[in-house]
């Protein structure tokens, strides 16, 4: 094996892969280094399995109102060893499949940890020993994993991490989860679904604090019509674990309350795996955990970059392959566009779904532009009726001088779909005239975001 590379990548996750398979496109020497699994925390604990878990619950859910459309069920039940071992089953495929596009593109992968000695240096220890390579570009990908709070930590037993949820030992009969940003809510709806009594509790004024306020507020109602407890404004103090059960110390209001729960969720944030890697005695700024990086991932140190979750927020896969692509053209001598983060789609695959991107109406405001904002109900719309999902929204937010899209946020059934196209519009700098003369298919849940469009100038058709 050659011990010199055009770009090693430390971290094989959506960033670290497709970062080292764009680089070998370019002709580019590459070797990339994991310590754990090929894909990375998203596809194997992360996005891909909980996305087929939620699959799962609702399903389910649809099984249980089988008599709305026509339909008999009888018996409806589950077998949560099942559910996990498909959801498992996913991951594996997925992962062989990045082995295989690897091995076509002909990187060097190394299984192993590694470290940067010196610059342009990584050595990496494996199962059969040291291997020292050298190499003219380092990315860093390592990505990240989840904040634990002092008092919070997670035991495999009582206190779950996400990893932990997505092998349940068994199902929760009265759950707490402990943050309401994606991965909390995510998987306060799967076991909400699935019977638990669910309890979110969230220490910020309101429940998906990044989403528009508006949107957030539909959320939790159709939240609470599910049966599960919200406790916004609210922290969890303390947890006294005994055998089977763990007791919360919830401060709200000034007021401290104590409640019983058997399976506590943390999810209250992420932290970026910097340790052990050798990047501040490189030079290499990092600050609470994550690495700082002007737009284009340069980290200020000559030839080294840092991607993904690792380099800050926003915390989304997509946003890390982006990455990887942009700095792999980078290094081979190309002039990629920097990626803006306000541009690049949020997704929660809750019941109901919400997917944003760009400014909330709040945002707008704060940043002085005189805005209009259109809406659009699923209530209004055919599909969503013949499909039995009415209830929904679809908001945009426009600037009033040019019509340029500024942001678009929805709340409803297969809404993570349906943001790609205000996306589209995002990055090729549409204006609501444009999107008012596009023409949308009919009957197709889409079209709310054609009617949403033209509410803002007071011109919707439909509601």
């Known amino acids: 094996m050659s011990k010199s590379f055009d770009m090693i990548v430390i971290g ?11 680089g070998a496109q370019l002709g580019l020497s590459v070797a990339i ?8 925390i998203c596809l194997n604990w992360g996005c891909i399995p909980t996305k087929a878990m939620l699959r799962t619950s609702e399903v389910f859910h649809l099984m249980h109102r089988a008599k709305e459309f026509g339909l008999k069920a009888e018996g409806i039940g589950y077998d949560l060893d099942a559910v996990v071992k498909r959801s498992r089953g996913i991951a594996k495929q997925l992962n062989s499949g990045v082995g295989h596009l690897l091995k076509k593109n002909k990187v060097t992968v190394l299984m192993g940890e590694a470290t940067i000695p010196a610059k342009g240096k990584v050595q990496v220890k494996t199962d059969k020993g040291v291997e020292d390579l050298t190499a003219k570009n ?27 949820a997505l092998v349940p030992n068994r199902m929760p009969k009265k759950l707490l989860v402990i943050g309401s ?11 909400n679904t699935l019977g638990a009594d669910t309890t ?7 429940i998906l604090p990044v989403e528009d306020a508006e949107i957030s ?12 407890t919200i406790r916004e404004k609210a922290m969890v103090k303390q947890l006294d674990r005994s055998k089977g059960k763990v007791t919360a110390h919830i401060e709200q209001g000034g007021k401290v309350t104590k409640e019983e729960f058997d399976t506590v969720i943390s999810a209250v944030g992420i932290v970026g795996n910097t340790e052990g890697l050798g990047l501040e005695a490189l030079g290499v700024k990092v600050d609470r955990t ?37 700095v792999a053209e980078l290094i081979a001598g190309g002039h990629p566009h920097a990626v803006e983060a306000d541009s690049i789609a949020g997704c929660t695959y809750c019941q109901p779904q919400l997917a944003s991107v760009g400014l909330t109406e709040a945002q707008a405001k ?27 929204m679809i908001k945009t937010v426009f600037d009033a001088k040019t019509g340029a899209l500024l942001g678009a946020h929805m709340v409803g059934a297969e809404v993570t779909e349906l943001i790609q196209g205000y996306v589209v519009g995002r990055q090729l700098e549409t204006t609501e005239e444009d999107l008012m003369q596009t023409v949308f298919p009919h009957p197709t849940l889409s079209e709310m975001m054609h009617e949403a469009v033209l509410d803002a100038w007071g011109r919707a058709i439909h509601y």
């Open 181 to 191: 940003g994606a991965i909390g809510i995510e998987f306060a709806s799967f076991y």
């Open 138 to 164: 380092i990315v860093v990908a390592t990505g990240a994993r989840a904040r634990e709070l002092p008092g919070l930590e997670a035991d495999g037993d009582l206190v779950w991490t996400y990893k932990n």
């Open 290 to 326: 994550h690495v700082v990086t002007d737009p284009m991932c340069r980290t200020g140190v000559e030839a080294v970059y840092a991607i993904g979750d690792i380099a800050g927020a926003p915390w989304l896969a997509h946003k890390a392959s982006h990455e990887g692509v942009m």
């Open 366 to 392: 704060e940043k002085g532009f005189d805005i209009k904002v259109g809406r659009f109900p699923f209530i209004g719309n055919g599909k969503a009726i013949a499909l039995g999902e009415p209830e929904g």
């Open 12 to 22: 094989a996750g959506p960033g670290g892969y497709v970062a080292a398979i764009r």
């Open 33 to 40: 280094v994991e310590r754990e699994h090929l894909g990375g």
């Open 200 to 206: 979110v509790v969230e220490v910020m004024d309101r």
């Open 217 to 228: 507020g539909f959320a939790k109602k159709q939240f609470e019509k599910q049966g599960m």
